[in-house]
T-cell receptor
């Protein structure tokens, strides 16, 4: 089966850096994706890692360690608009884009 | 990024009626699309994989006779909730992507069954 674990909620202040961890157990793993979802909206794609290491996209970075079945999303220079739910999702090999989502981490950014 | 649209964005229907939700990829072709359901404050639950020109693949526990999926073209998949009941009220979201690892989500359809 597939399972992902991430913290249910994280709180941080504007301008700070926050890291959201994700551990997974899955067969046929081929990549870890991160999505952001604001209340009432649809998820938006943030980042993807297929290989070990760090991927940087502006204020957001994502890291993957395949040997540890672990990844994280790093958000820098936090802004109020970053308050949202963040989901890690595992891509399953040979299933054409099928994603298994974690339960989501609700990030609250305080002034 | 790629654009995926959904229609309608919200719908209210009476118990026992059927509702059709459309998912379109606007600037790319998608042989595969995915349908998810999301309850408030919960994660996305994959319902089924929609395959162009063939039958959909349903996840365990999802009733295929209740949630009919048709993927008639490379840019359109439809989900029909048949004989809807209040417990079917949820946020339904589709996804598609130009590559297998980068999925883009439609804006979602909020279904309320009264």
């Amino acid at each position: 089966g597939q399972s992902l674990e991430q913290p249910s909620e994280v709180t941080a202040v504007e301008g700070a850096i926050v890291q959201i961890n994700c551990t997974y157990q899955t067969s046929g793993f081929y990549g870890l994706s991160w999505y952001q979802q604001h209340d009432g909206g649809a998820p938006t794609f943030l980042s993807y890692n297929a290989l070990d290491g760090l991927e940087e996209t502006g204020r957001f970075s994502s890291f993957l360690s395949r040997s540890d079945s672990y990844g994280y999303l790093l958000l820098q220079e936090l802004q109020m608009k970053d308050s949202a739910s963040y989901f890690c999702a595992v891509g399953v090999y040979n299933q054409g884009g099928k994603l298994i989502f974690g339960q989501g981490t609700e990030l609250s950014v305080k002034p | 990024g790629a654009v995926v649209s959904q229609h309608p964005s919200w719908v209210i229907c009476k118990s026992g009626t059927s509702v059709k939700i459309e998912c379109r990829s606007l600037d790319f072709q998608a042989t595969t699309m995915f349908w998810y359901r999301q309850f408030p404050k919960q994660s996305l639950m994959l319902m089924a994989t929609s395959n162009e020109g063939s039958k959909a693949t349903y996840e365990q526990g999802v009733e295929k006779d209740k949630f009919l999926i048709n993927h008639a073209s490379l840019t359109l998949s439809t989900l029909t909730v048949t004989s809807a009941h209040p417990e079917d009220s949820s946020f339904y979201i589709c996804s598609a992507g130009p590559t297998s690892y980068e999925q883009y989500f439609g804006p979602g359809t909020r279904l309320t069954v009264t």
